[in-house]
């Protein structure tokens, strides 16, 4: 039988519908791979018996005519979104044991569309984080190695698990979520393809927060077509989520392939510092080559306070984080050390159930917060958010997409940028923008760098315009033919 989990859902249903395979043997094979890929620490939980359960009742339903859009497709949960009965840790000690009592809109209507949860992904803890190296469970580890070394690369994060399974093979698509980049910088260093998108789209409901008015899940797959199927289905309004929006979802898969003809697309100077990588610089260049080959302008732009953004959201989402943790006490959720007093219940139980990551941010948070700092930091950081707002306004004024690299470096070495929080914060220089925006983004692996590693570049759209991206996405995967491992 030949390789099922090198193909795409694409290719993988036309299988499926014509009976030449079943989902059990997809199944069959992921699980497979799974345990082969052990070693990557992608998933912190496996759910394979159950998932082969759901093949059996997958097939039926093939059998009988009734496939959903999604019948048989494999997926894998970042283990910040809750499923009923499946441990969700948040890659946190505090969550270790807990089992929630009910499942993550996102997550439930994709296993309504027919898809099948595998297991449980690996995250940065609470998703705080560029690597995954602050996961209570160790990190994930990039199924891409340097040419000719052996040596553990990181996936990046936080969704690096859920990243690193759909590059590794051992799962064929994943949702991630993304708060300042989480779930495009992994997927640029991973070579999958990644979609941020508009806040408010696909519902919060059952994701563990992180920072509310920031995150958004979305999927990580390996072609744009599955990206655009599963986000198809994950979207929509929830009036469990009061920031859900409410919209008609159209069919993303109508765009694809559409011609960009006569499009236009901003170059934002920003984000070509004198320092920037050269190798990112040249394939950044290489594509802007394949959209003027394909019919569509490309316009030199401004998004002058995109200096300000990092340092903004480096306030505002350790604002939220603070607020949002402080119901991990002890005596509601999870890990529970027993204390004198209940000061000091909560106390020790914060202290043992967090990472030093953690920490950083609830302190960060509740400094910028506190009284006589809130209008220095908080307040100030909120007008940035809305300058950094308003520069996008003004260049969709003049430009359809804009079209930008998706990190300033490849995948770094298991250890590196550890010691310094803010050498790692600098990971999501490029992306933050977009989540203080509200934006939709979506990252697509474009090229190998010359020690063999990928290199993704992102585009960033208008609210709503996630047909668009897929648009445009698709045109840079048909020029670009990428190939990812087992390709
Ligand atoms: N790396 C960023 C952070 O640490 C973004 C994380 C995310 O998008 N969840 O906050």
Redesign the pocket.
């Known amino acids: 039988m030949t390789d099922l989990v090198a193909l795409s859902y694409g290719a993988l249903r036309q299988k499926l519908l014509s009976k030449s395979v079943t989902v059990q043997d997809v199944v069959t094979q992921y699980v497979r791979r799974m345990a082969q890929t052990q070693p990557l620490n992608a998933f912190v939980t496996e759910y394979t018996d159950q998932a082969l359960n759901q093949a059996a009742e997958a097939d039926r339903r093939i059998q009988s005519g009734t496939a959903r859009p999604l019948e048989g497709f494999p997926l894998a949960v970042k283990d910040n979104c809750c499923v009923e009965g499946m441990r969700t840790t948040a890659s946190s000690k505090i969550l270790e044991n807990f089992i929630p009592p009910y499942t993550a809109t996102v997550v439930k209507r994709l296993q309504d569309a027919g898809a099948i949860v595998l297991g449980k992904t690996n995250?940065?803890e609470f998703?705080?984080?560029?690597s995954t190296i602050t996961s209570h469970f160790g990190p994930s580890i990039n199924p891409w190695k340097i040419k000719g070394d052996t040596a553990d690369l990181i996936p990046g994060?936080?969704?690096g698990g859920s990243s690193a399974c759909v590059a590794g093979l051992s799962s064929l698509g994943a949702l991630g979520?993304?708060?300042?980049?989480?779930?495009r910088?992994p997927a640029a260093l991973c070579g999958v393809v990644g979609m941020k998108p508009t806040y408010g789209l696909c519902s919060r409901y059952g994701i563990i927060a992180?920072?509310s008015s920031?995150?958004q899940a979305g999927p990580i797959t390996r072609t744009v077509e599955d990206a655009s199927l599963v986000l198809r289905e994950m979207a929509g309004h929830d009036p469990k989520d009061s920031t859900s929006l409410v919209y008609t979802v159209p069919d993303y898969t109508k765009a694809l392939g559409q011609s960009i003809k006569g499009m236009k697309v901003g170059i934002p100077k920003e984000y070509r510092p004198a320092g920037l990588n050269a190798e990112i610089a040249a394939w950044w260049d290489k594509t802007i080559q394949w959209m003027k080959d394909a019919g569509a302008e490309i316009l030199d732009i401004s998004l002058p306070h995109t200096k300000y953004a990092l340092p903004a959201?480096?306030i505002i989402?350790?604002a939220e984080a603070s607020s949002n943790l402080a119901r991990y006490d002890g005596v509601r959720y999870g890990l529970r050390v027993p204390g004198g007093s209940l000061d000091d219940l909560y106390a020790k139980t914060r202290t043992e159930g967090f990472g030093d990551?953690v920490k950083r941010?609830i302190l960060i948070g509740t400094y910028v917060l506190s009284s006589g700092k809130y209008e220095d930091y908080y307040l100030r950081a909120q007008r940035v958010r809305q300058r950094v707002t308003d520069d996008f306004t003004q260049a969709y004024k003049k430009v359809d997409v804009i079209l930008a690299p998706t990190t300033a470096n490849t995948a770094f070495k298991v250890g590196e940028n550890i010691t310094d929080p803010l050498a790692?914060?600098l990971?999501?220089v490029f992306?933050?923008s977009t989540?203080l925006a509200g934006l939709p983004a979506i990252s697509v692996p474009v090229g190998l760098s010359n020690e063999g590693l990928p290199i993704g570049m992102q585009f960033i759209g208008p609210a709503l315009q996630e047909e668009r991206l897929f648009q445009f996405a698709s045109v840079v995967e048909q020029a670009a033919q990428f190939k990812g491992i087992g390709q």
């Open positions: 995250l940065d998703a705080m984080g560029s994060g936080s969704s979520t993304d708060t300042g980049g989480s779930i910088q992180f920072a920031l995150d959201y480096y989402a350790p990551e941010r790692m914060y990971q999501d992306t933050v989540n």
